[in-house]
Every structure is written in structure tokens, then in C-alpha cells.
């Protein structure tokens, strides 16, 4: 009698058992993501795309679509309060890591291209329009305009400004908004040259830019102090991204904070980077995130990014019908304007050598790259401004 | 350098103009928010009774602690009750409320007040700071209030509406310990929703704000690239080399070339006067940074 009560018992232990275990509490959405968790990992070791970020969210999928007995209040998943990735996440949810990858973005940026040329900068404005596009296809795909405003922001391809906006603007999309600004960013080499080869002749691709002039340390200390009271005075609920981006940049430039710049540009962003990753892949709970608005964001970003590419590249066009002969802009530098750093840069730098192989291109990319950055910001810090 | 200060100084100047000099009185920290001077069927302590009560209101960012700050309804005796120090339940988060309640029963705790309301007159409440001398805000009740009607700020903390004028007056609604004007949702989301659904609207004023930013962004470094030009041409002609004759002159590279050239060779003294043809053959430097092979060598993606 009592080794059948033992018997039992041990039953009942292995059956409580069973119930907490992934085994017991998987759905056939745990493993879909769970599989999408592994293509991420798997493209992002064989094909390195964008392998800074994708290998932590991808992994971070993986941890984030372990099922477990919600029941049983054991504070192990993300969105229960007081667990051990809640706390990581707080970063995202309260934006904290964005600025601070902006830090690190400023102590890393040479901002001398678009110093030697300011002209450069407008491409950066124009090539927002990708945000703003997306934003009116978003409202007429029935998004609410706060939503519209955080799936728009992935046309600024800037993983660090979509997390801060869309957190701030609509929480529930999140994931969605991260894992698309984060893909799309991978995959520049492929949606961009197709727009660059159609929007240009071959007469244009291969026009040859003057090389910038040298800039001086003077102007480069100038440039992250002026650059951030002209653009947060016009746009004060962008500063934690401007304030923290040009703050990085002076540590760079300043020639005296050489250890700060070095921690801020090395193992802070680092840092930031693998629990900002991270954490936005294990947000990507199934439950939350599988959901047809996540595919129509996913739909949306791509068209920003094709937009904001192509709005780039007409806007130099339409720049070089004021500018003489010698000062002309070659339109293959314009899809750079819309951030993604330094990736759209390098893909105007390998299409321009394509069709001259001694047409360098750049150093003149650099500029509306890291122009984009800062516009993408200001364009962020409006959205807020109205939406907010 | 002094064009560089000069430009600092407009700049300030363009600033410190387009800032404005606002003379509309500012809102403060503490807000006595909603007053009520006869409680009949309203709000009850947790003793389960009912008086009058003073509604407070954060008025800031940040959580506060109100402890050690004084309550009265006596301009000259600003001191009347001192609210305790030390009591966790002092500390407003940002933008929320605290209540008192006005039934002279300070031994009740620290939400019950020496000093009680008067219908029958006007009311004056003040709240001083820890010193007892800086009045912090100060609200006067109208005599006659009728029971169970609060007077105060219709949007919470909201003392003053863009003239400049005190908006306080009874309200429509009665609600001790929470926001006087209840969001049901985003006005700004709503406004949109209403006046600019397909969006248009939007984006052409943020795509305005973004060029107009970034434009001035252009001009600033347009005309501190000129200043810096010329200053670096200046610094060179000072030095007295070649570069400096090259910046002040209209000669060609090739010109100075065979004038140096020439120098070299009379200098030198090498040779005779002969007739010579002299081939200058430039030679380019394309090596740069920017055009090494390990700025090209990520693969795109397959």
C-alpha cells in the first residue's frame, strides 16, 4: 500500500512537473518565432547581415519564446514586473538605451564630410520623407496616427531613434517597429539599388564631386555645440537624442576626453547594444507579437525605406539643376541621406565604383549619412511633439 | 578669431531675442487645487467622516515631499499648521494630489488640519515654504458655497491661462485625490484624427520643420567653412611659403613650378644660360582614406 501511495506521488510530482515545462506550454506560434528567431541567427552568421544587432534579437527571440506556465507566477518572462528581463527591458520601455547608443554613435561619427560640404545636410532632410510617407500610408492601412507616427519612424533607418519614438508613441508595437527597422537596415544592399540604378543615368553616375576641402579642429568642436543649440532649440522633445548624439561627438572632438570618447564609442555602446538587442528580441513574445498588424508593419517599413531612398536621390538630382558644372552632385550619394550608417553610405561608395572604378564615392556618402542621422532625430522630436 | 566671436555674439543676441520676454505670471510647484468648504455627501476620511478639505497638487516632473511646508488659512499667521516631516505618504509623485482635510483635528494625522472652512465668509488658504515666510500658492474661496461644490482649477495646476489670468472657479465636478479634467484619450491624437486624417496636413509642416532645421544647420556651417577659409589662407600667407604665393596669386601649379624651378637652378648654379624646353609632368597623389580597399571589402549579401 504505501509504495503504491509512493508511486503516487511521484506521479503527481512528474505530472506538476510536466505542466511547467516548455513542452507542456508550447503553442504553434512559440515555435513559429522560435524558427524566426533561428533564420535571423542563421542570415546573420552566413550572409553578416547587420551581426551586431541581429545576433543579440535573434537570440533574444529565441530566450523570449521559451513557453512557460504563466500561471504560476514564476517572474522568468519579460513582461511580468520584477523579473530579470523586465528590468533590462525598463531600458527600452523607458528609452534609456536609445540616447545612450547615440553617445556612442556621436564619439564614433567623423562629421567632417558634411562640415567640408554643408550642402549635404539638405539630403539628409529630404531623404525624412521616407518617415512621412510611411506615416500617411499607415493612416490609410486604418493605424491610429500615434501608431502611424511609430511605424513611420522606421523610414528614419535608425534602429535607436524607432525604439525611443515608437516606445514613447505606441508601446504595443514595439517589437514589431524594432525588428523591422533592424531588418531593413540589413537588407539596404538589396532594397536600395535597385531605386538607385532606376533613378539614374549612367552620364549621372559617373560624375566625379570635387574633393572636400580640409577641415579645421576648430570647426569640428564647433560643429556638435551649434549643431545642438540650432536643431533642440527648433525641436526641444529631440534632445535626448540630439543632446546625447552631439555630447558624444564633442568628447570626440575635443581632443582633451580622449579616454570618455573611447569608453563611450567602445564598451558603453557595446554594452548598450547587446541588452537593447536583446531584450527587443525577447519582447517578441508570440503572444504579442504575432498579430497581422505586425505583418502590415513590416509591409509599411519596407516602403519607407524604398521612399526615403528614392525622395534621396531626386533631391540631389533636383539640387544639381542650380549647381555648375564642376560643383555637381553625384545622385548615387543620395539614398545615404536616409541614416542606416555606415551601410547606405558603402552601397553609393561599391554602385559608383561599379561604373568607374576610380570614382570614389565615399567620403562624399559620409556627409548625408550622418546628416540623415541628425535629421532622422529632429524628425523623431517632431513626431513626439504632435503625437505625444 | 574675432570674426568668430563676433558671429558667437549674434547668435546670442538672435536667441536671446527670439526667446521673448513672457510677463505671463508662471504656474507654481504647488497648486492648491480644488477646495471643498461643506461636505455633506462628498468625500470621507478614513474615519469614516466627513469635512472640509484642501486638494494640493504636484506640479512638476518630479516626485516632491510636501512634509515640513505649512498650511494656513491666516496671512498672518503663515505657520498655522506644519505638515509633518518624515511621513512617507508626503511624497506626491509628479503631477498628482494630496488632500487635507480642514476639520481642526490635528491629532487625527498628518492629513487633518488645525483649522476649518467657513461658508459663511471668503477663505483664504496659503501654503508657505519650510522657511514660513515664502508663500508658495495661495487660493481665495468665494463666501457662499453651497454644499458639496468645490472650487479650483479646472485643468489641474493651471492657475493662469495664457493672459495671465486666474482661471480658479467652481467646478463642474467634484474630484478629491484625482485630476480635475479627465483624459479619456490623446486631444492631440484626436485633433489629428479629425482635422488631418489622411495626414497631409502633418507631413508637410514636420517636413518644413526638418529643412528648415536642417537648413539652418547649412548656413551656420557655409559661413564658418568661409570664415575658417580665409583664416587658414591668411595663416598660410603669413608662413611665407609656396602655398602662401599660391593663395594670394592667380598663378597655376605649373607656372610656380617652373618659376621655382628656375630659382633652384640659379641658386645652384648649375648650369649655363642654355635654351632648354622644360616638361613639368604633375604628378597625382589618389591615394586617400577614404579610397583604401578596406572600405570595400563587406560583401553585399547574396
Known sequence: MQTMNTLLSLSDNLRTFWSYTGFYNAEPEHLIMILIGLVFIYLTITKEYEPLLLIPIGFGILVGNIPFNEAANLKIGIYEEGSVLNILYQGVVQGWYPPLIFLGIGAMTDFSALIANPKLILIGAAAQFGIFGAYIIALQMGFAPNEAGAIGIIGGADGPTAIFTSSKLAPHLLGAVAISAYSYMALVPVIQPPFMRLFTTRKERLIRMKNPRVVSQTEKILFPIMGLLLTAFLVPSGLPLLGMLFFGNLLKESGVTRRLAETARGPLIDTVTILLGFTVGASTQATTFLRVESLKVFAIGALSFVIGTCTGLLFVKFLNLFLSREKKLNPLIGNAGVSAVPDAARISQSLGLEYDPSNYLLMHAMGPNVAGVIGSAVAAGILLGFLY | ?302
Open chain 2, 1 to 302: 578669431m574675432r570674426v568668430i566671436k563676433q558671429l558667437m555674439v549674434y547668435l546670442f543676441a538672435m536667441v536671446a531675442m527670439l526667446s521673448g520676454c513672457s510677463t505671463t505670471p508662471e504656474n507654481p510647484e504647488w497648486v492648491i487645487n480644488e477646495v471643498m468648504v461643506v461636505n455633506e455627501n462628498s468625500y470621507m476620511d478614513s474615519y469614516g467622516q466627513r469635512h472640509p478639505w484642501i486638494e494640493i497638487y504636484n506640479n512638476t516632473a518630479r516626485t516632491m515631499d510636501i512634509g515640513g511646508r505649512y498650511l494656513t488659512n491666516d496671512p498672518d499667521h503663515p505657520k498655522k499648521y506644519a505638515i509633518p516631516r518624515g511621513d512617507a505618504l508626503t511624497n506626491v509623485k509628479p503631477h498628482q494630489h494630496i488632500l487635507f482635510f480642514a476639520d481642526e483635528m490635528p491629532l487625527k494625522g498628518t492629513f487633518h488640519l488645525n483649522f476649518t472652512l467657513d461658508s459663511t465668509k471668503e477663505n483664504w488658504i496659503g501654503l508657505y515654504d519650510n522657511d514660513g515666510k515664502t508663500l508658495l500658492d495661495e487660493i481665495v474661496i468665494p463666501a457662499g458655497m453651497q454644499a458639496d461644490q468645490t472650487f479650483g482649477y479646472e485643468k489641474d495646476g493651471l492657475k493662469y491661462d495664457e493672459e495671465g489670468n486666474n482661471t480658479a472657479q467652481i467646478l463642474d465636478r467634484v474630484t478629491p485625490s484625482s485630476n480635475n479634467a479627465i483624459l479619456e484619450e490623446n486631444l492631440k491624437v484626436k485633433y489629428l484624427e479629425e482635422n488631418d486624417a489622411d495626414g497631409g496636413l502633418l507631413t508637410i509642416t514636420s517636413m518644413l520643420v526638418v529643412f528648415l532645421g536642417l537648413i539652418v544647420l547649412y548656413f551656420f556651417f557655409k559661413l564658418s567653412g568661409n570664415i575658417a577659409k580665409r583664416m587658414s589662407q591668411r595663416q598660410v600667407a603669413k608662413s611665407g611659403t609656396l602655398s602662401a604665393v599660391r593663395s594670394h596669386s592667380h598663378l597655376s601649379g605649373e607656372v610656380l613650378a617652373a618659376i621655382s624651378a628656375a630659382i633652384y637652378e640659379l641658386k645652384e648654379d648649375q648650369h649655363d644660360i642654355e635654351s632648354t624646353i622644360l616638361t613639368i609632368q604633375q604628378v597625382k597623389r589618389n591615394f586617400s582614406p577614404w579610397n583604401t580597399k578596406r572600405q570595400s571589402l563587406r560583401e553585399l549579401p547574396r
